[in-house]
């Protein structure tokens, strides 16, 4: 191996050889600078606006609602479309927000239901933005060091996590909270330039781009058959519902439990920002000693340690202590289950994937959010922060039942092994339904590995969009078994077969050694008919198409 390569294995920093990452992640430092000088601003601003805990909880909310709500749909718009674009137009969304925002703080039309329809509108904009952005990773940096470059996307917004809420609480403290919003709008221009002067090289696609409905439904079947993610999912999920108690809660903590003001609070988010910023240095050496529970498990139970703390301490610095700890574990658990993600998945499918997986994320911390702001509404801060700690400890233990899988170096890339066959008759895109059956000549001794091949190929075969799957076996000549599926067209069938990727091959080399006959498995590809001049009149336009 050359040096070039190793250090491009070994070296935290990477990605920033690649010149468009690191111009990208530069510019996200000051988008992400000030949405967190924003959120602190409306944070705080809620505080002095509403009479309720649960309200201010709401602010948190309103943020990651629209991102369990819509990211499936921008996951499908960043496989289908220029994510370049996409991104470009969800910037330029939030960047007219955050001037409404500012100029309705500025002349004092802001309302609590009004500053929650802004954050939500925010929130908009991150849900269209976050799954190009994560899958955009992929088209920056080589695979090999796609980890490094997701924790150093972690660290870059960490970073400015680290400083930019103490920034924002004297901000506030000094000018308002439309001062704080002003300087979010501003911040927009950097990343808006960058992404502006972007020339991807996206590879060609021949077939026509999927609806939208048609991706939104491909994705959710591929998560669905991939047990891996689904772990992921439930495990990103719980965190989300858990942790999220201290950024929904800790204007409550500042003020109530410390006896603090919006710079208290800048400090605390501060605290809580160069904890992750730790966390995310310390990511990759983690990951070499650790397995993917066991550091899961740990940062269930560092985040439970941090909302005690931050339950029973009445010292600013104390608790911002606390806060250290809960930052790191923050970033060690939501980039290790990113890059679990994306080493998981194909890129065909990888912004759907990231996206689901967000809305897990993002719906637990909606949902929290809510929970845990009725909770300190009727009991106070401390008890929530109590009561979330607990259930930390619920899931940290769902590890025992459903570990997280361990990262693997699956080739997934495209396969690119198949051909259109010629076909005796004129049959169009959307001609169909299509019906493939495959035909095996198995020996009894070899009938487990085969039936334990297929049950796999069972699984992947749906999960790349075939329908009505089915193994039969022939009952006057055992030997031969016959696998059959559907597609609804043709160009399903020719899209089912694009899917395929390097790691797939595995299990159809395998089925091919199990093969005895002479020749390979023999493949029949038929289109259904129907079988009078009527049904065939009354067939929905371009199902049949068959001349």
């Not at 049950?455 to 009952?475: F, I, K, P």
Request: charged share 15%.
């Amino acid at each position: 191996m050359d040096d070039d390569h190793q250090y491009e294995q070994g070296s935290a920093l990477a990605p920033f050889k690649h010149g468009i990452f690191r111009s990208v992640w530069f510019a996200s430092l000051a988008s992400n600078f000030g949405s967190l000088i924003q959120s602190v601003g409306a944070a705080w601003l809620m505080t002095s606006i509403a009479t309720s805990s649960d309200m201010v909880a709401l602010v948190q909310a309103s943020i990651s609602l629209p991102i369990m709500l819509f990211s499936l749909a921008s996951g499908a718009l960043a496989d289908s479309y220029d994510r370049r674009r996409v991104m470009l137009t969800a910037q330029c969304f939030m960047f007219a927000v955050s001037a409404a925002l500012t100029l309705f703080a500025y002349l004092g039309l802001i309302t609590p239901w009004l500053l929650l329809a802004f954050t939500f509108l925010i929130g908009c904009g991150t849900a269209l933005n976050n799954p190009s952005w994560q899958a955009s990773v992929g088209d920056m940096v080589p695979r090999t060091v796609m980890p490094a470059a997701v924790a150093l996307n972690s660290m870059g917004f960490n970073m400015t996590r680290s400083v930019g809420p103490a920034i924002g609480g004297i901000i506030v403290a000094a000018a308002g909270a439309a001062a704080a919003f002003a300087v979010n709008t501003l911040s927009y221009f950097a990343i808006i330039f960058v992404l502006f002067r972007w020339r991807p090289e996206y590879p060609a696609n021949p077939l026509p781009r999927e609806t939208l409905g048609q991706a939104m439904g491909a994705g959710l079947r591929y998560v669905a058959m991939s047990p891996n993610i689904g772990k992921v999912l439930l495990r990103s999920f719980a965190f989300g519902f858990t942790a999220v108690v201290i950024q929904a809660l800790l204007p409550l903590v500042a003020r109530d439990l410390v006896a603090g003001g919006p710079l208290t609070y800048g400090i605390m988010l501060g605290a809580f920002g160069v904890g992750a910023v730790g966390g995310a240095l310390i990511s990759g050496r983690i990951r070499s000693s650790m397995s993917s529970e066991s550091i899961v498990r740990s940062a269930f139970l560092g985040f439970a340690l941090c909302s005690w703390i931050a339950a029973f301490s009445s010292n600013a610095w104390l608790t911002s202590a606390g806060l250290l700890i809960g930052g790191a574990c923050w970033v060690l658990a939501l980039s290790h289950f990113n890059i679990t993600v994306q080493m998981s998945t194909p890129r065909w499918v990888v912004g759907r994937a990231l996206s689901i997986y967000q809305m897990a994320t993002f719906g637990g911390m909606a949902l929290g959010s809510w929970v845990w702001g009725l909770v300190a509404e009727s009991n106070g801060p401390a008890t929530a922060l109590i009561a979330a700690g607990v259930v930390m400890l619920v899931g940290a233990a769902i590890g025992f039942l459903l570990p997280l899988p361990e990262h693997t170096a699956l080739n997934l890339d495209p396969l690119n092994r198949f051909r259109e066959p010629h076909l005796a008759l004129d049959v169009r895109p959307r001609s169909g339904p299509i019906v493939i059956s495959i035909e095996f000549i198995i020996r009894e001794e070899d009938v487990p590995a085969f039936l334990d091949a297929m049950t796999e190929r069972r699984r992947v075969r749906r999960r790349d969009g075939a329908r009505n799957w089915v193994l039969a076996r022939d009952l006057e000549n055992p030997e031969i078994w016959v696998e059959t599926y559907h597609t609804p067209t043709w160009l399903e069938y020719i899209r089912h077969n694009q899917r395929a990727t390097h790691a797939d091959a595995v299990i159809g080399d395998k089925l091919r050694a199990l093969h005895s006959g002479a020749q390979p498995p023999r493949v029949h590809r038929l289109i259904e008919r129907p079988t009078s001049l009527a049904a065939a009149l009354g067939s929905h336009k371009g199902h049949i198409e068959l001349h």
